[in-house]
């Protein structure tokens, strides 16, 4: 990867660039709560805004979408893609990661590799630790490795490290004419000492470690019971908060909706396995019966290496935001509060 060092204007070098071709979206907190929204790369950025709470998924895979149409005649058509050109500006390495784990899981759905091919992405590294995430103990964060055209790490002296990950990155970084000063050594130590703190910063979780060893049932460890399952039930709601906030859930079903006039439309949107009918078979049984059985289901996906091989990674990416949304206790970190107690 190419690296240099620039002032801290150089995010709006970057910023302008990207709006001559693209639509640009950037965290704002205008009212309080961190959004996406459309900025035209104009106005100050917010180097300091926490992750949105809706995460990047809906960009690529849509919680409703019409993936066909038929008319009275029995004519269908497959409904087109709309995938202008777009840059995420401001993502955090947590959700990077949710994004390379969809594109693996929806590496053979056309839609999704449409909307994935017309984004840009542009991460800003944490450099200091934010509220529930635990990216340190996921191997998520705080800096990303990888999965971005251009990533921005603001070092204590106000100046910015431009990685650029792809040669998408470098063209852009060319275009907007970026001054900039070479990744010298002082730059490297002053770059490697940036991430140190940041790492620094994280409470220590000793529990995450401990409650991961016991889903995969790690020799020593003790593996997870029943019972253990099946007391932390009680407590989802099946309000699909979780889900639907979880950068890397993918589940979905399809629905035939009738628009009146004898034609209609086939409909993608957005499921949850935490449903109580999500699994349950036309016959009438429920490989998953019991509320239990269907948060163990759900966070063996999530935590679970025999899941990694295909996914390239854990399901779980850290991020917090199923703490954040889950009105009960069945978050990541409640979840494995509870099944790594010493």
């Known amino acids: 990867m190419e690296r240099l060092v620039a002032e801290r204007t150089v995010v709006d070098d970057v910023r302008r660039a990207l709006a001559a071709r693209r639509v640009v979206l950037e965290p704002r907190s205008d009212d309080g709560a961190a959004e996406w929204r459309e900025t035209a790369g104009v106005g100050a950025f ?15 895979f ?5 993936v066909l149409r038929w008319d009275a005649d029995g004519d269908a058509r497959e409904e087109p893609v709309a995938a202008a050109p777009f840059a995420l500006v401001g993502l955090r390495p947590c959700d990077l990661a949710a994004i390379a784990y969809q594109d693996r899981f929806f590496a053979e759905d056309a839609r999704y590799q449409a909307r994935r091919a017309a984004a840009f992405l542009v991460a800003v590294d944490c450099t200091r630790a934010c509220a529930g995430g635990f990216c340190v103990e996921m191997g998520t964060g705080p800096f990303a490795p990888a999965g971005f055209d251009l990533a921005l790490t603001a070092l204590p002296d106000g100046r910015v490290v431009v990685t650029c990950g792809t040669a998408m990155g470098r063209a852009l970084i060319a275009e907007a004419g970026v001054p900039g000063a070479p990744f010298d050594a ?10 140190t703190a940041a790492r620094a910063s994280f409470p ?38 979780c889900t639907s906030l979880c950068p890397t859930c993918s589940c979905f079903t399809v629905v035939d909706e009738a628009d009146g006039a004898g034609g209609g439309a086939r409909v993608r ?20 019966p019991r509320p239990g059985d269907r948060v163990r289901r759900f966070w063996y996906h999530k935590l679970s290496r025999d899941f990694a091989g295909a996914d390239g990674r854990l399901g779980c990416v850290a991020c917090g935001r199923c703490d954040v949304g889950c009105p009960g206790s069945i978050g990541a970190l409640a979840v494995m509060a509870a099944l790594g107690r010493t």
Do not use: I
Not at 62 to 66: C, D, L, S
Not at 186 to 195: G, H, I, L, V, W
Not at 269 to 288: I, N
């Open 62 to 66: 849509p919680a409703r979408e019409t």
């Open 46 to 60: 917010e180097w300091t805004s926490a992750a949105p709470l809706a995460g990047a998924k809906r960009w690529f």
């Open 186 to 195: 002082a730059a490297a130590r002053a770059f490697a000492e940036t991430e």
């Open 204 to 241: 220590s979780r000793p529990y995450v470690a401990r409650a991961l060893a016991r889903v995969n049932a790690v020799p020593g460890a003790g593996a997870v019971a029943d019972d253990e399952w099946q007391a932390l039930g009680p407590s989802c709601l099946a309000c699909t908060g």
């Open 269 to 288: 949107v957005w499921d949850s396995c935490l449903l109580e009918g999500f699994q349950r078979e036309a016959s009438g049984h429920h490989p998953a």
